[in-house]
């Protein structure tokens, strides 16, 4: 079965720092492109950080660039977001995905093939 299992969400206050992990079973990350995506209530879904498989491009959207940090592992098979000064609107839950897309076309529009069930990340005082 193949599956994504992300942890390391919580409830940090504001300027605060967490670390996402995102860590693949049955199937091997180093093929892929890893994104990470958070939705906040009532918000859409949107792409934060994507990574390509060689770790040779990234992609962050604008409000987190200089505050968040996409890395990989790919001896343990796991795909990591840095994620330092937070900010109360970075609140929402934390998923990541896997696809075949470079990291503009995934954090983008496209989105992944295979979806982890998400971890809540809460910025409050």
């Known amino acids: 079965q193949l599956q994504l299992v992300e942890s390391g969400g919580g409830l940090v206050q504001p300027g605060g720092s967490l670390r996402l992990s995102c860590a693949g079973s049955?199937?091997?990350?180093?093929?892929?492109?890893i994104g990470w995506f958070r939705q906040a209530p009532g918000k859409e879904r949107e792409g934060v950080s994507c990574i390509s498989s060689r770790a040779d491009t990234t992609y962050y959207e604008d409000s987190v660039k200089g505050r968040f940090t996409i890395s990989r592992d790919n001896a343990k098979n796991t795909v990591y977001l840095q994620m330092n000064s937070l900010k109360p609107e970075d609140t929402a839950v934390y998923y990541c995905a896997a696809g075949g897309w470079v990291v503009e076309a995934m954090c983008g529009v496209m989105g992944g093939d295979y979806w982890g069930q998400g971890t809540q990340v809460t910025v409050s005082s």
């Open positions: 049955g199937f091997t990350l180093e093929h892929y492109t």
